[in-house]
Nanobody
Framework: VQLQASGGGLVQAGGSLRLSCAAS????????MGWFRQAPGKEREFVAG????????SYADSVKVRFTISRDNAKNTVYLQLNSLRPEDTAVYYC?????????????????WGQGTLVTVSS
């Protein structure tokens, strides 16, 4: 499966963004999906994940309540709604896909990665 992320940009603290990740090349519902992020000088970290049929999600503690992951299997797209953004949310955000019925919370569980989209939050 190929993944194409979009929607990043520059936003002020407290603002919102919606990231999208379009998948192609395979049956989208065969995959659990996730978002990760990597800030300068830091390791890539899990942000949110969603099961293939939308019935289970998982979030990093740092983004719970503020971020929402969702997917539209008819459009082969996964979304990440980012609200109440903080400067520490500044990072390149990556979407990822993993085959299976559950969902992953670590990078090694995902076999497919998009190119990343930059989110910059100014104070």
């Amino acid at each position: 499966v190929q993944l194409q992320a979009s929607g990043g940009g520059l936003v002020q603290a407290g603002g919102s963004l919606r990231l999208s990740c379009a998948a192609s090349g395979d049956t989208f519902s065969n995959y659990f999906m996730g978002w990760f992020r990597q800030a300068p000088g830091k390791e890539r970290e899990f942000v949110a994940g969603i099961r293939w049929n939308n019935d289970w999600t998982s979030y990093a503690d740092s983004v719970k309540v503020r971020f929402t992951i969702s997917r539209d299997n008819a459009k082969n797209t996964v979304y990440l709604q980012l609200n109440s953004l903080r400067p520490e949310d500044t990072a390149v955000y990556y979407c990822a896909a993993g085959r299976g019925l559950w969902l992953g919370v670590v990078a090694s569980q995902y076999g497919y990665w998009g190119q990343g989209t930059l989110v910059t939050v100014s104070s």
